[in-house]
Structures are given as structure tokens and as C-alpha cells.
């Protein structure tokens, strides 16, 4: 299974105010709190937590069946309480209802994008983000579907002109194939202006492409 999110700082800083009453206790723990208020920079580290509990969200959501809003319930861990500072890249473990996962957050320079997935199973991630000028949710979602299934057929030499996306009835996506679904699982994110993705390639499913 494999997660991801995206947050553009830039649309996050402008479009929610972290720091009015009561917003932070609506999505965090009181130890992921105390992280934030001892973060060098806050507003990353509010954003860099997030994007790994929407990432996790989407593993479990795939395994439950289920779309549902409770973000307290997973749970980023940390090697001590007070952490004050943000590695350019950084690892954490999180944790729901006694399931594991492992997040990586990559920091850009103008959006945090986040792979999840469980820890005991550990894939080869295939992730890639991008920038898009237009805002409007179904040009991104057109675009990051494309980007997802050129990128896709590039790895497996399938036919990228029999491949879509497809939602269930809980909006979770599928890759399909003729009409098929394929059985590698598959995470899509868009804010502001950044789209990306992520597939999670088993080692028999994945031939590498050779110059």
C-alpha cells in the first residue's frame, strides 16, 4: 500500500490560519502540538505533519473501505517530545489503532510532498511531482492522471493508450489496464499549484528503463 499528499506552502500560508483558537487541538495531538511550538520554523512543521497523516489516511482508507475525517487518531511519532528543528528530508514513523506506517517528507523549495506506506512492507516507490500554472481542480486532476499513467507505461512498456484512473464508490483510485485493474496500488495529490503521485512497484512488477 502507498500514500501520499502535497501541500503548496505558499496556497497553505495564504489560505489557512494555523494559528487562530483552537485550530491546531482539531488536528493534533497534544505531543504533535508541543512539536509545532518547538519547531525552528512552525509553519512547516504544521504542514509537514499534516501531509504525513493525509498520506497515512489514504493507506487506511484503501484497507477500511472508507473515507472518514479524524486526523488525531493518526498519530506522527518522534524520537523526543520537544524536537525543534526539520531535517530537509525527514523520516517519521506514524501510528493508527496499533498499525505502523513509515512517512518520508520531502521539503522543496515551495511544497512538502509526502510518501506513506507500511512499514512492514516496504516497496519500490515510484513518485514524481510537478508544477501547474492552472488552479482549477479537474485540469489538475486531468493532468497529475496523465503524468501518473505516462510515467507508469515508461516503467512497466505497457501501452500507456489502454490505461486509465478509475474511483470506487469511496473515491479511492485504481489504475486499470484493458479495462482491468492492475494490482499495483497507486496515490494521487494536488494543492496550490503542485500535482504529484505515487505508485508502489513490487520488485517482479518493475523493469527499470536502460539509456
Partial sequence: MIGNDLVDLLCAKQESNWQRPRFLEKLFTPTEITYIENAINPLLAVWSLWSKKESVYKIIARLEKRRFFAPKKIECLFAGTTAAGILPQE????????????????????????????????????MEDYYIENKYCSTQTKTVRKKLIAAYASHTHLTKEFMSIQKDVNGIPFLYYKDKKESIPISLSHHGNYVGFAIAFEASQFRPNFV
Fill in 91 to 126: 523520516t517519521n514513523n506514524v501510528v493508527y489503532q496499533n498499525q505502523f506506517f513509515k512517512t518520508t517528507s520531502f521539503f522543496k523549495e515551495h511544497f512538502i510532498h509526502t510518501i506513506a506506506y507500511q512499514e512492514s512492507a516496504v516497496p519500490f516507490v515510484l
